[in-house]
Nanobody, 115 residues
Framework: VQLQASGGGLVQAGGSLRLSCAASGSTWIILSMNWYRQPPGKQRELVATSTNGGQTNYADSVKGRFAIARDNAKNTVLLQMNNLKPEDTAVYYC??????????WGQGTLVTVSS
């Protein structure tokens, strides 16, 4: 499975961005599509998940501000980020979980939120 993420950039606090990730290759093995982020100098953390069954989960820090959505026909996952805060600054990574237990990662896209 190959993942191509896009949509990062620079935004002022309170603004919005939408990230997109397109999966290609053996997409029939995908069980979940997820977003992680890695703030500067910190460990990578889970932001949001979306399962094939339609379940979504969010990190407490983004609940009510971020929304994950999938277009299964196009094998894409979106992350709508609203009311962005400086602490949301990070490299955001698309990730998929698969039926064989493997995970795949996209290349990462930088989101910078200025105060």
């Amino acid at each position: 499975v190959q993942l191509q993420a896009s949509g990062g950039g620079l935004v002022q606090a309170g603004g919005s961005l939408r990230l997109s990730c397109a999966a290609s290759g053996s997409t029939w093995i995908i069980l979940s599509m997820n977003w992680y982020r890695q703030p500067p100098g910190k460990q990578r953390e889970l932001v949001a998940t979306s399962t094939n069954g339609g379940q979504t989960n969010y990190a407490d820090s983004v609940k009510g501000r971020f929304a994950i959505a999938r277009d299964n026909a196009k094998n894409t996952v979106l992350l709508q980020m609203n009311n962005l805060k400086p602490e949301d600054t990070a490299v955001y990574y698309c990730n998929v979980g698969t039926t064989f237990g493997y995970t795949y990662w996209g290349q990462g896209t930088l989101v910078t939120v200025s105060s």
